[in-house]
């Protein structure tokens, strides 16, 4: 259970404080309202090149992170299909010096052609560190374009192509600041050993004479149902053949949401599920399998993702796994299958809650999807899905016209 | 009202005094150690048990890790099945983390559930049954597994580099090979259980724990015959020549470079001041590394430099991953700032801001539960004390321009440092 005190500037900036006087450090989550489906998809990869970017000096500090690391604090950030977000840890007395800078790179850039030139670079190294330099670690590159046909999810935060990333301009970068960047598309939390009063004035003194922008009106394309099972094949110099399938499931604020991730708990989640016992431990056909949910605010995908033993081909595989799921949709679910996997979900959320960060992200994540108090009711959502909730759930989201599947080939 | 002058940093203030909250240890009836920390709101906790079981103690490679991954795979009384069902039934996660020189088990669970949980894991750790089905399949996946690490040039390049530094007839030069898998049999898993692991361990319990789970877990563990035997207490001799090794991979995009050497072991009374060298290097986002490799060139996403601490020895290690082109300036740029280091003063300005950095991170590092169980296995496990903290501060506020010249000259000639690439050039 997260307490916390909520007020707006003028200017729009929503902001939330939780208190927590045992801790001798204060944590600040600035959470913009932009993620990579925000993008233009002749100009991917934009979002996360520009959290790079917010680190290159602003209109009136040259330099953000030397006079944090200077007071004490670190910080760091992250850039998902939804969000871009923003988080520092700094010592509680501190505080005001987060103030300063956050509200001055939320003021204005510096627009540096020199950081561009640099971070460019930066993130193209991080693109092959991350995507094109590991086994199979191109695979989310082809899955989401296979899955999606018309949202932008189909294209992944780092980007669909490095030259978008190459061909970014200053002009580009501009006024993607002006039109994501400003108080009122952005949520502050400010957590840990500090007063609501003493938020309160900072915030008024460093963020509100920050303009408000033009309010961003979010309409992107629906992905269109799918109707017919899609299939890749890819060929790499990978050590096993590895199978990916992935259905589209329902929307972070729909009841289904819930439903869908125990379904995939109940399929893959831990030694005791389903896929591990009967395919690894059994039959022997795959040596990892994992089950999860992308998460994402828009309809996302359910994700069953295996590595296959030597000499099993991905044909055996993929049957085998459509074995379990048939099983699993077809014969009667026990309640304490499903009592398992709550649990799993329940401790998960309290060990989560257990770091302030985490409780100021998940604070700030609620209140950008337009209610702050959601971060107190996703244990009892959790804990209210129904066994036949799940069966129907899972009849609905796991059938083959609804997946696509890409049969990563060793070459070897 | 006065405008704003966003051009001026606000006041600071520097913290005067840390408290790290530290555990108390109970000695069991059995001469085995019970420490235990509570501290933290969310109604969780973490029971830990760690044996001196690591490679280290090995008379034949792969046995510490497979005698510790098997601990969840079968029992006297349940099969492999019936152990995860359990700790999943209850949400409970069990952790088992086999090193070189100990072996860590760890259960987190609601606090509510320790009264099932704990028994459990004594069972699980002293009734262990090494079925020979599961192991076969524990064998494969580690084999098929260690493949797909093997194609990654960082994994490659760390083994690699750790190999140069110790040895092959090191305990900490030997890694996992699928030969050194399929060699390994039952029977070699329970004499290292027998020898390594029954009796000889201690407990760390933390997180929202009262006395009645402190005394379920003293009375749990407190009957076995413990014996704290040290076993296979060996001498290793360290190769003396410093190696270079480069391995060639032409579809490579980046090379994953590592420099480094064997410097010392934690209790060195050095070690608290190289880190500050260290982390002026590369230890933080505005480390000189950073900036130069990566915020000036662009050459890479990330490098580092840290120690690596093991119990009988600890060493640095400098590692990037960098665009394959660049892979001879960056070693270069790597030599360079070694010598700026070592021949001319940090300046003030930048001494303070890692000082100041230091504190705060350590501050932060000191809030949750589990972080105080950690902050006291990193000093108790390597022969040290809480008194290191004290030390480790007073040198973050002591250290002058002067020590930092002479600890670079001393530990970080450049001809000193092991070499090794992966990827090309």
């Known amino acids: 259970m997260i307490s916390y005190q909520n007020f707006k500037l003028s200017n729009g900036l929503n902001v939330y404080v939780i208190e927590n006087p045992d801790t001798p450090v204060a944590v600040v989550n600035i959470l913009y309202n932009v993620g990579s489906k925000d993008e233009q998809e002749d100009k991917t990869g934009f979002a996360h090149l520009f959290e790079h970017l917010m680190f290159g000096g602003s209109i009136n500090i040259p330099n953000y992170d030397e006079p944090l690391q200077k ?36 003021l204005s850039l510096s627009f540096d052609p020199r950081v561009l030139e640099v971070q460019r670079k930066v993130v193209i190294e991080e693109f092959k560190q991350r995507y094109l330099n590991q086994p199979y670690g191109d695979v989310w590159l082809k899955l989401r374009p296979l899955a999606y046909q018309k949202h932008p999810y189909k294209w992944a935060p780092i980007g669909k192509d490095i030259s978008h990333i190459e061909n970014a301009t200053l002009e580009d970068v501009r006024s993607f600041f002006f039109k994501f960047y400003r108080p009122n598309n952005a949520t502050m939390v400010v957590a840990g050993n500090v007063k609501t009063d003493e938020v309160k004035k900072l915030s008024e003194k460093w963020f509100d004479p920050i303009p408000a922008g033009e309010a961003y009106k979010r309409d992107l394309v629906k992905e269109p149902k799918q109707l017919a099972p899609r299939h890749l094949n890819l060929t790499a110099d990978v050590p096993l053949n590895a199978i990916y399938k992935v259905y589209h499931m329902p929307e972070k604020l729909s009841s289904g949401y819930y439903q869908a991730d125990l379904v995939g708990d109940m399929l893959g989640r831990g030694n005791s599920s389903r896929f591990y016992r009967q395919l690894i431990k059994e039959r022997k056909l795959f040596n990892k399998l994992n089950t999860y949910i992308t998460g994402s605010v828009d309809p996302g995908l359910l994700v069953i993702s295996g590595m296959l033993n030597n000499n099993v081909s991905l044909e055996t595989a993929d049957a085998a796994l459509q ?11 026990e309640q304490s299958e499903l009592l398992k996997v709550k649990n799993q979900a329940e401790s998960t959320l309290q060990f ?17 999807l337009g209610d702050a108090e959601l971060v107190n009711k996703e244990s009892q959502k959790i804990q209210s899905v129904t066994v036949e909730e799940v069966k129907s759930m899972a009849s609905k989201v796991l059938v083959p016209e609804n997946c696509s599947t890409i049969h990563y080939h060793s070459q070897n | 009202m006065a405008t704003l002058d966003r051009t001026k940093a606000p006041d600071f203030k520097l913290f005067k005094k840390f408290d790290i909250k530290e555990v108390n240890s109970l000695i069991l009836g059995n001469n085995v150690t019970l420490h235990y920390v509570n501290a933290g709101d969310q109604p969780v906790a973490r029971l830990e048990l760690i044996f001196r079981a690591g490679s280290w103690y090995e008379n034949k490679a792969g046995q510490a890790y497979f005698t510790g991954k098997m601990l969840k795979e079968g029992t006297d009384k349940s099969d492999s099945q019936a152990i995860s069902l359990f700790f999943d039934q209850y949400g409970a996660f069990l952790e088992i983390n086999p090193g070189l020189d100990q072996l860590s088990v760890i259960v987190y669970g609601l606090t509510k559930h320790f009264p099932v949980l704990v028994p459990f894991i004594r069972t699980l750790i002293f009734d262990s049954a090494f079925p020979e089905r599961e192991l076969d399949i524990l064998k494969n996946i580690t084999i098929q597994d260690l493949k797909v690490q093997n194609k990654k040039n960082n994994v490659l390049a760390s083994k690699l580099f750790r190999t140069t530094l110790f040895g092959k007839n090191h305990p900490y030069g030997i890694h996992l090979e699928e030969t050194l898998i399929n060699d390994i049999q039952s029977g070699d898993l329970r004499d290292f259980h027998q020898s390594n692991i029954v009796g000889n361990f201690q407990i760390i319990l933390s997180g929202k724990v009262s006395e009645a789970e402190i005394k379920l877990v003293a009375e749990t563990f407190g009957d076995l015959s413990a014996t704290n035997a040290i076993q296979n207490g060996r001498d290793y001799r360290l190769p ?46 505005g480390s000189r590394l950073m900036r130069n490799i990566r915020e000036e060139k662009g050459y890479t996403y990330g490098i580092h430099a840290s120690m690596v601490n093991l119990i009988k020895e600890g060493y640095l290690i400098i590692g990037t991953d960098v665009k394959k082109s660049f892979t001879k300036a960056t070693i270069e740029e790597i030599h360079k700032e070694i010598d700026i280091l070592q021949n001319t003063p940090v300046p003030a300005d930048e001494l303070e801001t890692v000082k100041n950095y230091m504190l705060g991170t350590f501050q932060s590092s000191i809030t949750t539960p589990f972080s105080l169980a950690e902050k006291f296995k990193t000093v108790h496990f390597y022969g040290l004390n809480y008194q290191f903290y004290q030390d480790y501060l007073a040198s973050i506020k002591n250290i002058n321009q002067q020590d930092i010249i002479e600890l670079s000259q001393k530990y970080l000639q450049i001809d000193s440092l092991a070499q090794v690439v992966v990827g090309g050039s």
């Open chain 1, 71 to 106: 007071v004490g604090g670190e910080n760091n950030a992250f850039t998902s299909t939804d969000i871009t977000n923003y988080y520092l840890t700094i010592p509680a007395n501190n505080l005001e010096t987060a103030f300063w800078l956050e509200s001055d790179r939320m």
């Open chain 1, 323 to 333: 074995e379990v799921i048939d099983e699993f949709k077809s014969e009667a679910i």
């Open chain 1, 352 to 368: 989560s809650e257990m770091e302030l960060l985490n409780q100021a992200l998940n604070l700030a994540f609620a209140a950008n």
């Open chain 2, 240 to 285: 003396i020549k410093t190696a270079s090794q480069t391995v060639k991979k032409s579809d490579s995009l980046q090379s994953s470079v590592r420099l480094g050497k064997v410097l010392f072991p934690k209790k060195d009374p050095d070690y608290p001041k190289f880190l500050i060298v260290l982390e002026i290097l590369g230890g933080y986002f």
